[in-house]
Protein backbone atom coordinates (compact mmCIF):
# COMPACT_ATOMS: atom_id res chain seq x y z
CA UNK A 1 0.00 0.00 0.00
CA UNK A 2 1.40 3.91 -0.79
CA UNK A 3 1.08 6.42 1.11
CA UNK A 4 -1.43 7.83 -0.84
CA UNK A 5 -3.74 5.17 -0.67
CA UNK A 6 -6.79 4.70 1.62
CA UNK A 7 -7.42 1.79 3.17
CA UNK A 8 -10.51 -0.26 2.26
CA UNK A 9 -12.50 0.62 6.09
CA UNK A 10 -11.90 4.46 4.99
CA UNK A 11 -12.77 3.95 1.46
CA UNK A 12 -16.18 2.17 2.57
CA UNK A 13 -16.38 4.37 5.46
CA UNK A 14 -16.41 7.89 3.75
CA UNK A 15 -18.61 6.27 1.02
CA UNK A 16 -20.97 5.28 3.56
CA UNK A 17 -21.34 8.88 4.58
CA UNK A 18 -21.70 10.07 0.95
CA UNK A 19 -24.59 7.62 0.52
CA UNK A 20 -26.07 9.13 4.00
CA UNK A 21 -25.88 12.66 2.85
CA UNK A 22 -27.49 12.43 0.04
CA UNK A 23 -31.36 11.76 1.38
CA UNK A 24 -30.52 14.41 4.00
CA UNK A 25 -29.36 16.86 1.16
CA UNK A 26 -32.96 15.91 -0.50
CA UNK A 27 -34.89 16.43 2.61
CA UNK A 28 -33.16 19.98 3.11
CA UNK A 29 -33.57 21.34 -0.58
CA UNK A 30 -37.37 19.80 -0.21
CA UNK A 31 -37.95 22.04 2.63
CA UNK A 32 -36.12 25.00 0.59
CA UNK A 33 -37.62 24.67 -2.57
CA UNK A 34 -40.77 22.16 -2.60
CA UNK A 35 -43.15 23.72 -0.91
CA UNK A 36 -43.75 26.51 -3.06
CA UNK A 37 -42.77 25.10 -6.56
CA UNK A 38 -46.46 24.94 -7.65
CA UNK A 39 -46.95 21.96 -10.87
CA UNK A 40 -50.11 22.97 -12.65
CA UNK A 41 -51.34 19.33 -14.62
CA UNK A 42 -53.66 19.87 -17.13
CA UNK A 43 -55.70 16.68 -18.46
CA UNK A 44 -58.19 16.48 -20.78
CA UNK A 45 -61.02 13.95 -20.04
CA UNK A 46 -63.12 12.15 -22.12
CA UNK A 47 -66.13 12.07 -21.87
CA UNK A 48 -68.76 10.39 -24.15
CA UNK A 49 -71.61 11.21 -22.55
CA UNK A 50 -71.22 14.57 -21.74
CA UNK A 51 -74.03 17.21 -22.76
CA UNK A 52 -72.86 19.14 -26.40
CA UNK A 53 -72.72 22.52 -23.75
CA UNK A 54 -70.13 21.07 -21.81
CA UNK A 55 -67.90 20.19 -24.20
CA UNK A 56 -64.49 21.97 -23.43
CA UNK A 57 -65.62 23.26 -19.92
CA UNK A 58 -62.56 23.97 -17.53
CA UNK A 59 -62.20 22.50 -14.40
CA UNK A 60 -59.75 23.44 -12.06
CA UNK A 61 -58.87 21.18 -8.62
CA UNK A 62 -57.27 21.89 -5.79
CA UNK A 63 -57.12 20.30 -2.52
CA UNK A 64 -55.17 20.37 1.10
CA UNK A 65 -54.33 23.93 1.43
CA UNK A 66 -53.55 23.25 5.18
CA UNK A 67 -52.90 27.27 5.60
CA UNK A 68 -51.97 26.86 8.91
CA UNK A 69 -48.96 25.54 7.53
CA UNK A 70 -47.55 28.46 5.58
CA UNK A 71 -45.13 30.73 7.51
CA UNK A 72 -45.95 33.71 5.48
CA UNK A 73 -48.84 35.04 3.20
CA UNK A 74 -46.91 35.39 0.20
CA UNK A 75 -47.01 31.14 -1.41
CA UNK A 76 -50.85 31.27 -0.88
CA UNK A 77 -50.83 34.74 -2.94
CA UNK A 78 -48.80 33.25 -5.86
CA UNK A 79 -51.05 29.96 -5.67
CA UNK A 80 -54.53 32.03 -6.11
CA UNK A 81 -52.42 34.25 -9.42
CA UNK A 82 -51.76 30.83 -10.77
CA UNK A 83 -55.37 29.12 -10.30
CA UNK A 84 -56.77 32.44 -11.61
CA UNK A 85 -54.44 32.77 -14.76
CA UNK A 86 -55.68 29.55 -15.80
CA UNK A 87 -59.29 30.67 -16.28
CA UNK A 88 -61.31 27.78 -14.97
CA UNK A 89 -65.06 27.75 -15.70
CA UNK A 90 -65.82 26.02 -12.12
CA UNK A 91 -63.56 25.26 -9.07
CA UNK A 92 -63.18 22.33 -7.13
CA UNK A 93 -61.91 22.21 -3.37
CA UNK A 94 -61.37 18.61 -2.40
CA UNK A 95 -60.99 19.09 1.66
CA UNK A 96 -58.05 19.97 4.03
CA UNK A 97 -58.36 23.76 4.16
CA UNK A 98 -56.40 23.85 7.92
CA UNK A 99 -54.38 21.73 9.83
CA UNK A 100 -56.72 21.38 13.02
CA UNK A 101 -58.63 24.84 13.51
CA UNK A 102 -60.94 27.35 11.57
CA UNK A 103 -58.80 30.34 13.29
CA UNK A 104 -55.79 29.50 10.42
CA UNK A 105 -57.39 30.48 7.82
CA UNK A 106 -58.50 33.71 9.25
CA UNK A 107 -55.40 35.49 8.30
CA UNK A 108 -55.77 34.14 4.36
CA UNK A 109 -59.54 35.07 4.45
CA UNK A 110 -58.86 37.64 1.37
CA UNK A 111 -56.40 36.03 -0.41
CA UNK A 112 -58.60 32.68 -0.51
CA UNK A 113 -61.69 35.66 -1.07
CA UNK A 114 -60.09 36.10 -4.72
CA UNK A 115 -60.66 32.18 -5.72
CA UNK A 116 -63.56 32.88 -8.09
CA UNK A 117 -65.02 31.38 -11.37
CA UNK A 118 -68.22 32.22 -13.59
CA UNK A 119 -69.87 28.81 -12.09
CA UNK A 120 -68.68 28.84 -9.03
CA UNK A 121 -66.35 27.51 -6.08
CA UNK A 122 -67.68 24.05 -4.75
CA UNK A 123 -65.64 22.48 -1.76
CA UNK A 124 -65.96 19.50 0.77
CA UNK A 125 -64.47 19.19 3.90
CA UNK A 126 -61.15 17.22 4.68
CA UNK A 127 -59.90 14.68 7.73
CA UNK A 128 -58.40 17.73 9.03
CA UNK A 129 -61.35 20.36 8.94
CA UNK A 130 -63.12 18.63 11.80
CA UNK A 131 -60.62 19.59 14.41
CA UNK A 132 -60.38 16.41 15.42
CA UNK A 133 -56.43 15.82 15.96
CA UNK A 134 -56.30 19.02 18.51
CA UNK A 135 -56.95 19.03 22.26
CA UNK A 136 -60.00 21.35 22.93
CA UNK A 137 -60.87 22.47 26.10
CA UNK A 138 -64.30 21.25 25.70
CA UNK A 139 -66.40 19.43 22.72
CA UNK A 140 -68.56 22.66 23.16
CA UNK A 141 -65.26 24.33 21.22
CA UNK A 142 -64.99 21.73 19.01
CA UNK A 143 -68.37 22.18 17.73
CA UNK A 144 -68.11 26.05 17.62
CA UNK A 145 -64.84 25.21 15.51
CA UNK A 146 -66.43 23.39 13.29
CA UNK A 147 -69.55 25.54 12.94
CA UNK A 148 -67.14 28.79 12.07
CA UNK A 149 -65.07 26.50 9.36
CA UNK A 150 -68.59 26.08 7.47
CA UNK A 151 -69.26 29.61 7.76
CA UNK A 152 -65.65 30.76 6.91
CA UNK A 153 -66.53 29.07 3.20
CA UNK A 154 -69.72 30.49 3.32
CA UNK A 155 -68.11 34.17 3.52
CA UNK A 156 -65.97 33.26 0.37
CA UNK A 157 -68.26 32.46 -1.60
CA UNK A 158 -67.89 28.96 -1.90
CA UNK A 159 -70.47 25.97 -2.07
CA UNK A 160 -69.89 23.79 1.05
CA UNK A 161 -70.92 20.48 -0.07
CA UNK A 162 -72.50 18.79 3.13
CA UNK A 163 -73.77 15.03 1.93
CA UNK A 164 -75.75 16.93 -0.69
CA UNK A 165 -75.95 17.48 -4.39
CA UNK A 166 -76.58 20.18 -7.10
CA UNK A 167 -76.62 20.60 -10.72
CA UNK A 168 -74.49 22.85 -12.97
CA UNK A 169 -76.62 24.34 -15.79
CA UNK A 170 -75.23 25.79 -18.38
CA UNK A 171 -77.55 26.86 -21.69
CA UNK A 172 -80.43 24.10 -20.98
CA UNK A 173 -78.49 21.60 -20.15
CA UNK A 174 -76.65 20.19 -16.69
CA UNK A 175 -74.55 18.11 -15.34
CA UNK A 176 -74.65 16.48 -11.57
CA UNK A 177 -72.33 16.76 -8.67
CA UNK A 178 -72.06 15.21 -5.31
CA UNK A 179 -70.45 16.56 -2.50
CA UNK A 180 -69.56 14.29 0.74
CA UNK A 181 -68.53 14.82 3.80
CA UNK A 182 -64.60 12.92 4.81
CA UNK A 183 -65.27 9.29 4.26
CA UNK A 184 -63.10 6.86 4.54
CA UNK A 185 -61.74 3.24 4.48
CA UNK A 186 -59.10 3.55 7.63
CA UNK A 187 -60.40 3.26 11.35
CA UNK A 188 -57.64 5.83 12.40
CA UNK A 189 -59.92 8.70 10.02
CA UNK A 190 -63.57 9.56 11.20
CA UNK A 191 -65.97 8.51 8.69
CA UNK A 192 -68.58 11.91 8.14
CA UNK A 193 -69.54 11.45 4.77
CA UNK A 194 -72.47 9.40 3.50
CA UNK A 195 -73.60 9.06 -0.31
CA UNK A 196 -77.73 8.04 0.46
CA UNK A 197 -78.16 11.42 1.93
CA UNK A 198 -76.13 12.96 -0.73
CA UNK A 199 -78.07 11.39 -3.56
CA UNK A 200 -81.21 11.37 -2.00
CA UNK A 201 -83.80 12.62 -4.76
CA UNK A 202 -80.68 12.86 -6.94
CA UNK A 203 -81.26 12.42 -10.65
CA UNK A 204 -78.15 10.81 -12.70
CA UNK A 205 -77.30 13.13 -15.41
CA UNK A 206 -75.30 11.87 -18.30
CA UNK A 207 -72.58 12.98 -16.75
CA UNK A 208 -71.66 12.92 -12.99
CA UNK A 209 -68.89 14.31 -10.66
CA UNK A 210 -68.08 13.50 -6.94
CA UNK A 211 -66.22 15.37 -4.94
CA UNK A 212 -64.93 12.96 -2.01
CA UNK A 213 -61.32 13.84 -0.05
CA UNK A 214 -60.54 10.60 0.52
CA UNK A 215 -59.75 8.48 -2.48
CA UNK A 216 -60.06 5.39 -0.82
CA UNK A 217 -63.63 6.07 -0.74
CA UNK A 218 -64.13 5.01 -4.30
CA UNK A 219 -63.53 1.49 -4.78
CA UNK A 220 -65.19 1.45 -1.17
CA UNK A 221 -68.55 2.68 -2.67
CA UNK A 222 -68.50 4.45 -5.53
CA UNK A 223 -67.26 1.72 -8.50
CA UNK A 224 -69.71 -0.88 -6.37
CA UNK A 225 -72.59 1.17 -5.56
CA UNK A 226 -72.90 4.09 -7.74
CA UNK A 227 -71.77 3.27 -11.56
CA UNK A 228 -73.35 6.81 -12.25
CA UNK A 229 -70.46 8.47 -11.24
CA UNK A 230 -67.98 9.43 -14.06
CA UNK A 231 -65.14 11.49 -12.31
CA UNK A 232 -64.51 11.40 -9.12
CA UNK A 233 -62.35 14.12 -7.44
CA UNK A 234 -59.98 13.25 -3.89
CA UNK A 235 -56.97 14.73 -2.38
CA UNK A 236 -55.61 13.94 0.75
CA UNK A 237 -52.72 11.59 0.10
CA UNK A 238 -50.50 14.73 -0.90
CA UNK A 239 -48.35 11.85 -2.42
CA UNK A 240 -46.88 11.93 1.10
CA UNK A 241 -44.70 14.82 0.11
CA UNK A 242 -42.03 12.49 -0.49
CA UNK A 243 -41.42 10.21 -3.80
CA UNK A 244 -40.52 9.47 -7.68
CA UNK A 245 -42.13 10.75 -10.84
CA UNK A 246 -40.51 10.78 -13.83
CA UNK A 247 -41.76 9.65 -17.15
CA UNK A 248 -42.78 5.87 -17.26
CA UNK A 249 -42.37 5.60 -13.38
CA UNK A 250 -44.20 6.81 -10.19
CA UNK A 251 -43.42 6.02 -6.54
CA UNK A 252 -44.17 6.73 -3.29
CA UNK A 253 -44.06 4.89 0.38
CA UNK A 254 -47.53 6.32 0.33
CA UNK A 255 -49.07 3.17 -2.47
CA UNK A 256 -48.36 1.48 0.41
CA UNK A 257 -51.18 2.75 1.87
CA UNK A 258 -53.21 3.12 -0.82
CA UNK A 259 -53.44 1.48 -3.80
CA UNK A 260 -54.82 5.21 -6.16
CA UNK A 261 -52.44 7.76 -4.15
CA UNK A 262 -52.00 10.49 -7.01
CA UNK A 263 -53.38 11.09 -11.13
CA UNK A 264 -55.73 9.94 -13.10
CA UNK A 265 -56.94 5.96 -12.34
CA UNK A 266 -59.87 4.60 -14.68
CA UNK A 267 -62.38 1.32 -13.84
CA UNK A 268 -64.39 0.69 -17.23
CA UNK A 269 -66.49 4.41 -17.69
CA UNK A 270 -65.18 5.62 -14.07
CA UNK A 271 -62.41 7.68 -13.26
CA UNK A 272 -60.94 9.10 -9.87
CA UNK A 273 -58.34 11.81 -10.20
CA UNK A 274 -56.38 11.94 -6.74
CA UNK A 275 -54.68 15.68 -6.38
CA UNK A 276 -51.76 15.43 -4.89
CA UNK A 277 -52.47 18.58 -2.53
CA UNK A 278 -51.47 22.23 -2.81
CA UNK A 279 -50.16 22.63 0.20
CA UNK A 280 -48.16 20.44 3.95
CA UNK A 281 -48.51 19.02 6.91
CA UNK A 282 -46.02 17.56 9.04
CA UNK A 283 -42.33 17.43 7.10
CA UNK A 284 -42.37 20.99 6.07
CA UNK A 285 -41.17 20.67 2.08
CA UNK A 286 -41.68 18.22 -0.80
CA UNK A 287 -39.56 15.87 -2.56
CA UNK A 288 -39.98 14.62 -6.09
CA UNK A 289 -44.18 15.18 -4.90
CA UNK A 290 -44.56 18.74 -6.36
CA UNK A 291 -47.48 21.02 -5.00
CA UNK A 292 -50.28 20.55 -7.24
CA UNK A 293 -52.91 23.19 -9.48
CA UNK A 294 -55.29 20.51 -11.61
CA UNK A 295 -56.78 21.58 -14.98
CA UNK A 296 -58.94 19.33 -16.79
CA UNK A 297 -60.55 20.26 -19.75
CA UNK A 298 -64.11 17.67 -20.56
CA UNK A 299 -64.69 16.43 -24.17
CA UNK A 300 -67.22 14.23 -25.31
CA UNK A 301 -64.58 12.43 -27.64
Known amino acids: MTGNSISRFDFITKIGFLVAAVPFASMIYGMLRGPNRYDIRKLKIKAPGLPDKFHGLKILQISDLHVGSFLSPEP ?33 FNTLKKIHAPMGVYSVLGNHDYGDYFAWNSAGDKTENLSNMKNFH ?71 MYSYVDLTLSGHTHGFQFGVEIPGFKWSPVQYVYKEWADLYSEGRQNLYVNRG ?22 KS
Open 154 to 224: QQLGWKLMLNEHTYLEKEGESIGLIGVENWSTRHNFSRYGDMGIATKGFKPKDFNILLSHDPSHWHAEITE
Open 278 to 299: LGWIGYPGRVGILPEITVFELN
Open 76 to 108: LERAVELILEQKPDVIFFTGDLVNDRYIEAVEH
